[in-house]
């Protein structure tokens, strides 16, 4: 059996190189705290909390006495002025849906904005550090940044090809997670935002491994044993995963969703239409109606909001046509269970470390 070295020191408690993806919309606490008492990390997804909510999860995870990984976005919100332009071409595309659904121009829900790390959520980590924290869409600036490097937190950030893994190591993060083409969500990428210009995970982690210095953490594509050993073997320190929790009995994912990814023949597409950020997840009627990329998208995160109305109505009558439904290629081991059987499925094979 293969023993994992740990990838921190102050982490060698853990007993499993394996970290639980930070899922927004799909998870709270509770899986996070399943994934850290089965001796994996699990990861709370900040971009779409307030600083109240995120100070109360964090405080969960110290109560337990458990590691976690907080995770923002680092996004740069779009110029104002072209992104509110592009929301009303992107209104008045969606309109004949609205009208088969028997919406008004300002009916139905607004969904929780995607914000990326800024002052008032270093001030909830200085009051609540965590272990761990890990951002997507490169990194915050350097005083930001600098505040959380100041609590002791190791620092990791997503690179979707080998140039942004080398900037992300120059700017001094603590580990690189080489998100491949195969993982679901939004696209961490920042300077090759071309998917053409990405790879697959086994070949990313393989170029990573061997030109930096810092640990690699292997995301996308991971959903059984054998692909944990496989990224292993191919130079990563330790598995990110996330579409094989999905399902585990402590995500808040939806039944519709969940219904999705039990299907093992639903396809995937990478796809801009939900937030205006690529991301890939299960293909379904919005995708048809526009393809799965469309220029009439407004910029990310500005494109959820006039959807928001229409997934409601959708959802109401048992449809997903407007939902989105995150997901990775690879849904092998996402199976409706405990999220400690799911780290038990995917460490299988590998000794406890310490």
Do not use: K
Request: glycine residues 8%; neutral net charge; charged residues 20%.
């Amino acid at each position: 059996m293969t023993s994992p070295r740990p990838l921190f020191p102050e982490l060698a408690r853990l007993r499993w190189p394996l970290i639980q993806a930070p899922m927004a919309g799909a998870q709270d606490a509770r899986l996070a705290l399943a994934v850290g008492r089965a001796g994996a990390l699990g990861s709370l997804p900040a971009a779409m909390l307030s600083p109240e909510a995120l100070e109360r999860e964090l405080q969960a995870m110290q109560a337990a006495d458990l590691p976690c990984n907080v995770n923002f976005f680092a996004h740069r919100p779009p110029d104002a002025t072209q992104a509110d332009a592009a929301e009303i071409r992107w209104r008045q595309a969606l309109a004949p849906l609205r009208a088969e659904f028997g919406l008004g121009e300002n009916d139905g829900p607004t969904p929780a904005s995607r914000q990326p790390f800024d002052a008032a959520m270093a001030e909830v980590l200085e009051r609540c550090p965590p272990a761990v924290v890990s951002f997507h869409f490169g990194l915050p600036d350097a005083a930001l940044l600098a505040r959380v490097r100041a609590l002791g937190c190791r620092i990791l950030s997503s690179a979707t090809t080998l140039r942004e893994a080398q900037w992300l190591q120059a700017q001094g993060v603590d580990a690189v997670i080489a998100q491949g083409l195969e993982a679901g969500g939004h696209r961490g990428h920042f300077l090759d935002t071309d998917p053409d210009r990405q790879s697959d995970m086994l070949t990313l982690v393989t170029a990573c491994a061997q030109a930096l210095e810092v640990p690699v953490i292997a995301a996308g594509g991971i959903g059984t044993a054998a692909e944990v050993r496989a990224a292993l073997a191919a130079g990563a320190r330790a598995v990110q995963v996330g579409t094989a929790f999905l399902c585990c009995d402590e995500a808040t994912t939806g039944p519709l969703h969940r219904a999705r990814l039990l299907d093992p023949q639903a396809p995937t597409a990478l796809t801009n239409l939900f937030s205006g950020g690529l991301a890939r997840g299960l293909y379904n009627r919005l995708m048809a109606e526009f393809g799965p990329v469309s220029a009439l998208a407004p910029p990310f995160p500005r494109a959820s909001a006039a959807l928001a109305p229409l997934r409601a109505a959708a959802e109401r009558l048992g449809r997903d046509d407007f939902t989105p439904l995150w997901s990775g290629t690879n849904r092998r081991g996402c199976r409706a269970v405990p999220a400690a059987e799911i780290v038990e499925a995917l460490t299988a094979g590998l000794s406890p470390a310490g």
